[in-house]
């Protein structure tokens, strides 16, 4: 990668929201580290190229801890300017009905995944005095959800979360951001 560029690093960037959010990056000339769990990643990465900057593209499930910490390595130690911490994932139907393993996906893709990406580049960025992050929380962290009861919890542990560290990260040089969207039209609501 060109050192003299920025970089960001983007997570679920081979869709919807985080997808815009590494294309608004790539035109403003960061060089990129994206990520999702679906080959989908790699046309990301393609149309990213256009803009002329160096795009590495992960194939990485962010609800396990070897997973976000590949994603860390995989900035082979260069300073992150921009983390976009926005991989997350829904569930729909009643609490009871859904499949356990599957709803402890959606906490550890949303919270667990998150706290460890940000845990990981947070204490880079502070060392450093310099960053910026951007949490995708959601608008449903302030609405208990029927039928979306884990999701929408996960979502205000993110708001909340977001909104805590950027008051704990005052000035250090280091920036917090929490994106809270309403609805969206993206692949989020065509997943089961
Ligand atoms: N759409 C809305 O209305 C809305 C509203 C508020 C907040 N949000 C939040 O916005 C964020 C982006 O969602 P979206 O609407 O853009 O949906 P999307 O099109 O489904 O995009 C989700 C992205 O996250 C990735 N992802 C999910 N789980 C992952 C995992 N375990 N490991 C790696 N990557 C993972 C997906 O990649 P894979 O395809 O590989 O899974 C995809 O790139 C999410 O955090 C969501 O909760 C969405």
Partial sequence: ME?????????????????????????????????ADDPQIEDAAQELRAHGVEVSPLLVDLAK??????LYDAAQGRSVDVLIANAGHGLGHAF?????????????????????????VGREMRARGAGRILITGSIAGYIPGTFTAVYNGTKAFVDSFAIALRAELKDTGVTVTCLMPGATDTEFFERP
């Fill in 96 to 120: 009871l009905d859904q499949d356990l393993d599957e709803l402890q996906h959606v906490v550890d893709t949303n919270i667990s995944g998150t706290v460890r990406l940000v845990h990981h």
């Fill in 65 to 70: 801890r070897e997973g976000v910490d590949s």
């Fill in 3 to 35: 050192e003299t560029r920025s970089f960001a690093i983007v997570t679920g960037a081979s869709s919807g929201i985080g997808r815009a959010l590494a294309r608004r990056c790539a035109e403003e000339g960061f060089d990129l580290l994206i990520a």
